[in-house]
Every structure is written in structure tokens, then in C-alpha cells.
């Protein structure tokens, strides 16, 4: 527990630097970056030495305050660690551009936002819990805030902060009530807790409905689109890749400890509700312009995968089957790797930002002539996200598909093989628009002709953001190609003995045979072994090299497929789903030989939003104007509200006494 203490001591020390002087704004965000890398570096190693070394540090208490760490934590704890390593090595070259504009605020929140998270992961009990959660909704929301001056920027970020705050209050409802059938709010006690079931049913409501908002589960996703985007590369990377995971670690911790009897609707809640995010996520992300856009809904794809692994694990369990773990281990498993992966693209989006000006898919074209190092790793992350066998984010989905595979075969019950059935054709449908959606994003970037200006002026990132984006690849592809100390680390994690191939992902439960049998190394061995004897059968081929293009007048730019062009057919096939909205405006009248100019605009409305939220907003503007008129500004009218609400609460003591 001492080495977690000097991780937060590093977090503290980079707090403080927004109390030095204005004129020491460059000292203050090179000493709180590096700060962060460093208390995240310690934070890393000391997780791993809780996971693989034995180690189990004693807690640490406060009267009723306690911090502690155990497997579920520590699993957490190692993915923020090495997140937190690899953005603050970003931050280094990329928060340089906010010179000048709160670049202390920005150093300052950014540590204190890694330590609030850190302490979450490492909080005894429901107090402490909760007061460390909310440090870090307000630390993310003055991050997501930076560019206030920005009206959209005001608005994601206040939007975002209302939304975290109703989640909050689900979970502070799910706490006191599991607490308060306990002999206290610790988690040791809190797990023995005598919650009648029908309250059982009220803490699960709450605790989903809570963590599912912070995850970003539709239909509570609507703040994820605008904050990711609004916030600095380097925050929405951590956002995305730890954040919204430690919202599956709080649920496990009530799944796991408090309500251990699970009911059979729970399960299918929790796994349709993944499988319906995973599918809208990715189709949303199909049809977006805005790079980060395109990324944030595709964090809520991910987090509606690993929600429905969960799931699919509870369902198991429920059902008796003895794979159970598999859904458990997959959920880890790929939240580890979507982790990488995602810090990843999020910084590759801040390195085109940061080389172009500009975040929208229409203007770019050819960057990888520009950009080639920022273009390698995009490719490596772009092949990971769309599940490409040899990278990190195939290793999970296969997983993920494996544990749907025993839930359909262990388990008996024509209503367990119908939600297999449905979840397997979304999951289907996810795996290929996610597919479509990095190949769409990878190609109309780095490839083609130039669309616009601003491609010409492009130019690479600094040496920190490239050494971040070239850690992160690098463990893309080696957690890819050997995947068994992620893998040990989930089932370290859930305290599943469970026999490991050394040279592959071979799981085995004793007694049960073998579950899942992936070997990647093996695989790898193969395509090398194939593409050399393709090589020798074509290298003595006659070969003739001319233009591609041989007739006709050359292609200008605008001929190429634009974002919009791309995912026309995706979009014309789910139209009753994404209800676009078109408008085509005509610039002049026609001419006899080309024809008439016109304009062409297309939004893709959240269809969430507006059929849920927008009436339930007008409903509240409603009664919040109707109940302004208690406000008359007289104070004795105040004090008569006050004399009113104590005899309410008398009379309501005094007839449930």
C-alpha cells in the first residue's frame, strides 16, 4: 500500500503546481506532467506486483475511512498506471499548445484527475468511494471545460456535469441502501449485507443505471459524443481508455460483493442493454465526420461489449453453467486492450489536430505523405479496433464471441438460446460496421489526394507524441501476439485457477476441458510461412508498370469517395434507424452544358436525444417555471417554506414511528 501512497504523493505534488506564479506557466506544466508519469509508473508496478507477485498490502484506515487494494482493484489499477504512463508522455509535447490559456489549470487537473481515479480503485469503503468519485467528475469537467471560451465546449462540458451528477446520485441511493441493511459502509461489511430481495431489485436499478451513465450504455451515452471531443486529445484519451472502465470496476464491485444472488432478469438486462450499445455505438460512429466524434462512439461500442461479456457471464452463472468466467475473463480482457488501444487513437486524433488545425474527415486526404510516423500508428490502432487477428483488440472480441458460444451450448432453455441468437447477429453487424468505420477512417485520412489546403501545411507531431503513439503501439501489438499476461491478469484478478498455454491463450478448467483455444504466435508462423512461398512463386513474374489511370481526364480530388460518399450504403440501409436529414440548397440556375451548382448537407440527429431527452428537457424548463414563482424574494415567505417543511417532516416521523 506504501507504493500506492507515493504514486498519489506524485499525483499531489503535480496538484500543487497550479499555485506557482503566472509567469512560471512552462516550469509548472513540465513539473505536473511529469509528475503524473511518474506516480502513474509507480502506481503500474505496484499493481503489478499485487496481480503476479502475490503481494497484498494491508489497508489502510481512518476511523471509518479505508483504502485498500485487492484482485478486482488491482487489475483496474495496472490498466490506469500504464494509461496514465503513456498520456503524460503525450501531454509533454501536447499541452505545450495551450500555453498562454491556463496551461497551469490544465497540469494541475490533469494530476489531480489520474489521483482521484487511483483513489476510487483503491477506496474501503462507500464514503470514501463516493467522495473520490466525485473529485473526479469535477476534475474531468473542468478538463473537459478547458476551452470555455468555445460555446459547444460550454455546453459538452455542462451537459457532461449534470449527467455525472444524476449518476452519482443512482449510486450514493445503491450505496445507503446496501449500507444501511449492514453493520456498517465498508465493503467487509457492506457484503454481508440482509437486503430483503424486493430492495435487492431497487440497488441493482440504481447501481446499473448509475455506472451504465458513467460507461456511456445507451440510452445514457448522449454526454459521451460532445465531452470526448470537446476536451484536450490527451484527456479524452484517458477518458475513454480508464474512465468509463472504472464504471464496469464499480458495478463488478456491487455484482461481486453486495448482491452475489442474482436474479435472471438482472442478466438480461445487463447483456442487452451491451449488445444494443455496441451495435448503435458503432453505426452512430459509421456515419460521423469528426474524427473524435467517430472515436467517442466507438468507446460506446466497446463499453457495450465488455458490458455484454458481463453480462453473458452473470447469465451463465445464474444458469449454472460452469464456463462462467469465460464471460468474466472476456469483459477484463478486452477492457485491458480497448483500453490501449483507444488512448492510442485518441492521441493519433490529437496529432492530426495538431498538425492540420482541423478534426473533420472531409477535409483530410493523403497525410500519410505528411504525417507517415502518426499514419503508422493510426494503421496499427485503425487494425486493432476493427478486431484484426495479431492485434490486441481481436484477442478480446474472440473472447467475447467464445463466451456467447458456451452460453449457448452450456445452457439449457429456449429463452437462453433466443438472447444467444439476437446477440449474436448484433455482435455480427457490430464486427463489421466497426470494420467499415476504421477502414473509412484510416483511408479517407492517410490515403488518396489531398481534399483541401490545410493537408499541404500539415506537419508531424513533436518527439514526445510520437514516443507516446509508439509505446502504445508497440503494446497493441505484443499484448496481440502474446496475449497470456493480460489474460493471467484477469484471471488473477476474478481468483479462477486456471491452466495457461505458454505459447498461446489454450484455457483450461480443471475439470471441465478446454474452453478456448487461440494461439496467435502459431498463427503468425503460418502467414510467414505463406507470404515466403507467395514471394518465391511471384518475384520471377514478368511484370509491366504504367499509370493507373490511362484514359480520360485526370481525376481531381473531388472524385475521390468522400467520408459522407463511404457510408452512404450503411446509412440508406439503417435509414429507419439513423432518420437522416438531408438538405440540398441550388447556388444558380442550370445551365445548358453543366448543369446547376448546388449545396448538400447532411446531420445525422441522435435519435435518443431528440425523442428522450428534448421532451424530458422542455418538461423540466415547465415546472422549473412554474415553481420560480415560490421565489418572491421575501425573506419571511422563505422562512415560512422552512416552518412548513419541519412540520412535513414531523408529522411523517410521527406516523411511521
Known amino acids: 500500500m506504501e507504493m500506492f501512497l507515493v504514486a498519489v504523493g506524485f499525483y499531489g505534488i503535480g496538484v500543487l503546481t497550479m499555485l506557482l506564479p503566472h509567469g512560471m506557466q512552462r516550469a509548472a506544466h513540465w513539473l505536473a506532467n511529469s509528475a503524473a508519469l511518474f506516480g502513474s509508473a509507480v502506481c503500474a508496478y505496484a499493481a503489478g506486483l499485487q496481480l503476479f507477485g502475490g503481494m497484498s498490502p494491508a489497508p489502510l484506515t481512518w476511523g471509518s475511512y479505508s483504502l485498500g487494494c485487492d484482485g478486482w482493484s488491482a487489475v483496474f489499477l495496472l490498466l490506469t498506471g500504464i494509461a496514465g504512463v503513456v498520456t503524460s508522455l503525450y501531454a509533454l509535447g501536447y499541452a505545450r499548445s495551450y500555453e498562454g490559456s491556463r496551461l497551469r489549470l490544465l497540469g494541475g487537473m490533469w494530476c489531480l484527475f489520474i489521483m482521484s481515479m487511483v483513489l476510487v480503485l483503491l477506496a474501503g469503503d462507500a464514503f470514501s468511494f463516493l467522495l473520490f468519485w466525485e473529485i473526479m467528475a469535477v476534475a474531468s469537467f473542468m478538463l473537459v471545460n478547458h476551452e470555455s471560451e468555445k460555446r459547444a465546449t460550454w455546453n459538452a462540458a455542462y451537459q457532461y456535469l449534470v449527467m455525472t451528477s444524476v449518476g452519482t446520485a443512482a449510486i450514493m441511493i445503491a450505496f445507503l441502501l446496501t449500507g444501511s441493511a449492514s453493520e456498517g459502509f465498508s465493503f467487509a461489511a457492506m457484503a454481508k449485507n440482509t437486503l430483503e430481495s424486493s430492495w435487492q431489485h431497487l440497488v441493482f436499478v440504481c447501481a446499473f443505471a448509475g455506472f451504465a451513465l458513467k460507461a456511456g450504455l445507451v440510452p445514457l451515452h448522449v454526454w459521451l459524443p460532445k465531452a470526448h471531443p470537446a476536451a484536450p486529445s490527451h484527456v479524452s484519451a484517458l477518458m475513454s481508455g480508464v474512465m468509463l472502465k472504472i464504471a464496469l470496476y464499480g458495478f463488478g464491485r456491487f455484482m461481486f460483493s453486495f448482491l452475489p444472488a442474482w436474479n435472471y432478469w438482472w442478466c438480461v438486462v445487463v447483456l442487452l442493454s451491451g449488445v444494443v450499445s455496441a451495435f448503435l455505438g458503432v453505426l452512430y460512429a459509421q456515419m460521423e465526420t469528426d474524427i473524435k466524434r467517430v472515436l467517442a462512439y466507438s468507446s460506446v461500442e466497446n463499453m457495450g461489449v465488455i458490458f455484454a461479456a458481463f453480462g453473458c457471464g452473470m447469465l451463465m452463472k445464474a444458469s449454472g453453467s460452469s464456463f462462467y468466467m469465460l464471460g468474466f475473463v472476456a469483459a477484463l480482457v478486452h477492457a485491458f486492450n480497448h483500453s490501449i488501444m483507444k488512448v492510442l487513437m485518441f492521441m493519433c486524433a490529437g496529432s492530426i489536430m495538431h498538425g492540420t488545425g482541423s478534426k473533420n474527415l472531409e477535409l483530410f486526404g493523403g497525410l500519410a505523405r505528411k504525417m507517415p510516423y502518426t499514419a503508422v500508428f493510426a494503421f496499427v490502432g485503425s487494425l486493432a479496433l476493427a478486431a484484426i487477428p495479431l492485434t490486441n483488440g481481436f484477442t478480446g472480441e474472440w473472447l467475447v464471441l467464445q463466451s456467447f458460444i458456451s ?201 435518443i436525444t431528440e425523442k428522450l431527452y428534448q421532451p424530458l428537457q422542455k418538461h423540466f424548463v415547465s415546472v422549473s417555471n412554474f415553481l420560480r414563482r415560490l421565489q418572491q424574494g421575501s425573506v419571511r415567505l422563505y422562512v415560512a417554506y422552512v416552518m412548513v417543511a419541519m412540520m412535513l417532516v414531523l408529522v411523517w416521523g410521527a406516523l411511521y414511528k
Open 407 to 607: 452460453l449457448g451450448t452450456s445452457c439449457a432453455g429456449q429463452d437462453i438460446r433466443l438472447w444467444t441468437a439476437v446477440s449474436f447477429i448484433l455482435l455480427g453487424f457490430t464486427g463489421a460496421l466497426a470494420l467499415g468505420c476504421f477502414v473509412r477512417f484510416f483511408g479517407i485520412t492517410f490515403l488518396g489526394r489531398a481534399r483541401s489546403e490545410i493537408v499541404e501545411h500539415a506537419h508531424e507531431s513533436d518527439k514526445f507524441m510520437l514516443a507516446a503513439m509508439g509505446v502504445a503501439s508497440v503494446l497493441v501489438v505484443a499484448c496481440g501476439l502474446y496475449p497470456l499476461p493480460v489474460v493471467r491478469a484477469a484471471l488473477l484478478a476474478l481468483g479462477m485457477p486456471v491452466a495457461l498455454d505458454a505459447f498461446g491463450m489454450n484455457l483450461a478448467w480443471a475439470g471441465v476441458g478446454t474452453a478456448v483455444c487461440y494461439k496467435p504466435l502459431l498463427l503468425l508462423a503460418l502467414l510467414l510461412v505463406l507470404g515466403a512461398v507467395l514471394w518465391l512463386a511471384v518475384k520471377n513474374c514478368f511484370v509491366v508498370e504504367d499509370v493507373t489511370w490511362n484514359c480520360g481526364t485526370y481525376p481531381t480530388q473531388r472524385q475521390q469517395y468522400s467520408a459522407t460518399g463511404f457510408s452512404k450504403p450503411v446509412r440508406r440501409a439503417f435509414d429507419y434507424l439513423l432518420k437522416p436529414k438531408r438538405q440540398v440548397t441550388y447556388m444558380r440556375k442550370e445551365h445548358a452544358y453543366f448543369g446547376r451548382q448546388l449545396s448538400y448537407k447532411l446531420e445525422i440527429p441522435d435519435m
